[in-house]
T-cell receptor
Framework: DAGITQSPRHKVTETGTPVTLRCHQTENHRYMYWYRQDPGHGLRLIHYSYGVKDTDKGEVSDGYSVSRSKTEDFLLTLESATSSQTSVYFC??????????????FGPGTRLTVL | DQQVKQNSPSLSVQEGRISILNCDYTNSMFDYFLWYKKYPAEGPTFLISISSIKDKNEDGRFTVFLNKSAKHLSLHIVPSQPGDSAVYFCAASASGNQFYFGTGTSLTVIP
């Protein structure tokens, strides 16, 4: 299994509070991704990173920001959480980017509930 | 708008029989397709892929078929086993772009 961990695994927070989710990898892969999974939508890309300090938006980036100061860590921040951001969040990695013909490896997920 | 669709939310199959999971897409620029398998409380794991230059790819009990003219792909599992019970996602990408995932099909293999 690819070495990907996510923390926390579960979090309950209140509307309007900031939340940061962490993804940590030990594979030294260049590319890292944040997805959210919701019923009826499958997995949707929020943001991705193609290197340290290099990030780009996915299809559902509004309300989220990311940072990558080290190869192994990719942080997802909800500046002011809303109930619509209640979801399961997955981090993924690969070594050749979204345009390459190779799969992504996923972390175990973080279940976030915003009350 | 959903570019990759899995119209069957669930599927039940007897152990030993064939499971066929379907996926449709709308973007004719998609040229690489994957299937992922997901167990509860775990992340998706890669199962099998196919590029648009092929119409079939096989890996053990798993075969993916691609019909580009119909913008349709399917995953066949033969024979189905109880351990195959999971949610299956198809995903597609176009060169230089992100992956788009379907909504998933929950497969139950009945012993």
């Amino acid at each position: 299994d690819a070495g990907i961990t996510q923390s926390p695994r579960h979090k309950v927070t209140e509307t309007g509070t900031p939340v940061t989710l962490r993804c940590h990898q030990t594979e030294n892969h260049r590319y890292m991704y944040w997805y959210r999974q919701d019923p009826g939508h499958g997995l949707r890309l929020i943001h991705y990173s193609y290197g340290v300090k290099d990030t780009d938006k996915g299809e559902v980036s509004d309300g989220y920001s990311v940072s990558r100061s080290k190869t192994e860590d990719f942080l997802l921040t909800l500046e002011s959480a809303t109930s619509s951001q209640t979801s399961v969040y997955f981090c993924a990695i690969n070594d050749r980017g979204p345009s390459s013909y190779n799969e992504q490896f996923f972390g175990p997920g973080t279940r976030l509930t915003v009350l | 708008d959903q570019q990759v669709k899995q119209n069957s939310p669930s599927l039940s199959v007897q152990e030993g029989r064939i499971s066929i999971l379907n996926c449709d897409y709308t973007n004719s620029m998609f040229d690489y397709f994957l299937w992922y398998k997901k167990y509860p409380a775990e992340g998706p794991t890669f199962l099998i892929s196919i590029s648009s230059i092929k119409d079939k790819n096989e890996d053990g009990r798993f075969t993916v078929f691609l019909n580009k003219s119909a913008k349709h792909l399917s995953l066949h599992i033969v024979p189905s086993q109880p351990g195959d019970s999971a949610v299956y996602f198809c995903a597609a990408s176009a060169s230089g772009n992100q992956f788009y995932f379907g909504t998933g099909t929950s497969l139950t293999v009945i012993p």
